[in-house]
């Protein structure tokens, strides 16, 4: 029992020192790929448009699941920014600033939509669907104008 304890525990240290040297000392946090992100919010969108009201608890969790998942996106995109803030020119900065912010209101109208759905019966399941949808779509739009490539300006401040 305490070799296989033993054992165990050589094999954690193991697998958590490679996962660390591989990211250079940083564990093994992933940027998020914004093609695919916006990829997986397309599938998500049309996931939803399909269910029933019948269908409403599977409904429910896979966009609770589809919600939770933007915000670690949007947490590891936040992450990202900053990390690069510096090399940011000024206009960048301020672009990068608004679109995240538009993000992060989507998202939270999103919420309330999210919660709509949850509450809808059979006579507003579709109309609640179509306005969650409507939400997701926004939200998808601020994702993908956040992830839009940085336009290259002469105003960085490292170069002043």
């Known amino acids: 029992m305490t070799h296989r304890l033993l054992a165990a525990a050589a094999f954690?240290?193991?697998?958590?020192?490679?996962?660390?040297?591989?990211?250079?000392?940083?564990?093994?946090?992933?940027?998020?790929?914004?093609?695919k992100v916006a990829v997986q919010m397309e599938d998500t969108l049309e996931d939803i448009q399909?269910?029933?009201?019948?269908?409403?608890?599977?409904?429910?969790?896979?966009?609770?699941?589809?919600?939770?998942?933007?915000?670690?996106?949007?947490?590891?995109?936040?992450s990202e920014i900053d990390s690069g803030w510096k090399e940011l020119s000024q206009q960048a900065r301020l672009d990068k600033?608004?679109?995240?912010?538009?993000?992060?209101?989507?998202?939270a109208e999103l919420e309330t939509r999210y919660q709509a759905l949850q509450q809808a019966g059979a006579d507003n399941w579709e109309a609640a669907k179509v306005k969650f949808s409507q939400g997701w779509e926004a939200a998808k739009q601020s994702w993908q104008a956040l992830n839009a490539p940085?336009?290259?300006g002469t105003d960085n401040p490292e170069e002043h």
């Open 12 to 35: 954690m240290l193991v697998t958590t020192a490679t996962s660390w040297a591989d990211t250079q000392g940083v564990p093994n946090v992933k940027t998020p790929d914004p093609d």
């Open 50 to 78: 399909e269910f029933t009201v019948e269908q409403k608890n599977d409904a429910m969790r896979t966009a609770r699941h589809a919600l939770d998942d933007l915000d670690r996106q949007i947490t590891l995109l936040q």
């Open 97 to 107: 600033q608004s679109a995240m912010a538009a993000l992060k209101e989507q998202r």
């Open 150 to 152: 940085v336009a290259e």
